[in-house]
């Protein structure tokens, strides 16, 4: 069984996440981050991604059994949504973040049929309103959305708020508490910085954690 441990050693021996709380990054929210999570490298990297396309699915597997096929969130959940829809043998689609304004018109991409069991890939859970933007229209579309297999989330209140009063669970495969905790025992970040980067994680918009 992968544990959280596993996947927080993977994504930082591949650079996938960077933690910087002395030179932080700027979102696009204009919001300070010391942390810049990027899993699309995870495709890059044979023996990290199978990990954890392995994990995916095996989490699909444990918790979402009567899964009838899997959607990925655009475009980051994609790869991801694919690989493991292949070793589980079911079928695959992703969800625009809207519909395209040509051809079909589509936002959901690939068969869909109504009442349809689905399980939503994401990489990332922030704020939590990318990956609704892909519940809400599989919804609309009729599917039953039974839950969301992330591969990080940051466990901001926010995002556990906007989960939560949609409806939707999401099981994520690594989270920020466990990911830190290794990067300060595999030496990658000092051991005081492990409760500013929780600090930042606890309130985004209070820019105390910087002093």
Not at 11 to 36: H, M, N, Q, R
Not at 41 to 60: Q, W
Request: proline share 4%; hydrophobic share 40%; charged share 30%.
């Amino acid at each position: 069984m992968t544990t959280k441990e596993d996947i927080a050693r993977g994504l930082l021996k591949i650079k996938a996440v960077f933690l910087k709380p002395e030179d932080p990054f700027t979102w696009a929210s204009g919001i300070k981050s010391p942390i810049y999570c990027d899993n699309r490298l995870v495709l890059s990297y044979p023996e990290v991604r199978t990990m954890i396309e392995n994990a995916i699915a095996e989490k699909v597997r444990e918790m979402y059994p009567e899964a009838e096929a899997l959607e990925g969130t655009s475009t980051a959940g994609i790869a991801h949504a694919a690989i493991a829809a292949d070793k589980l043998s079911l079928p695959m689609g992703y969800v625009r973040g809207s519909a395209k304004d040509h051809g079909r018109k589509n936002q959901i991409e690939g068969r869909l049929e109504k009442g349809e069991k689905v399980v939503v890939i994401e990489d990332l859970i922030s704020t939590g309103g990318s990956v609704l933007d892909c519940v809400n229209p599989l919804r609309e579309a009729g599917a039953e959305v039974l839950g969301i297999v992330s591969i990080f989330t940051y466990g901001m209140q926010k995002g556990i708020d906007r989960l939560r009063e949609a409806g939707v669970e999401n099981t994520s495969l690594c989270d920020l508490d466990t990911l830190v905790k290794v990067a300060v025992e595999e030496g990658y970040i000092r051991p005081e910085d492990e409760e500013r980067l929780l600090r930042f994680r606890d309130n985004p918009s209070d820019e105390s954690w910087m002093n």
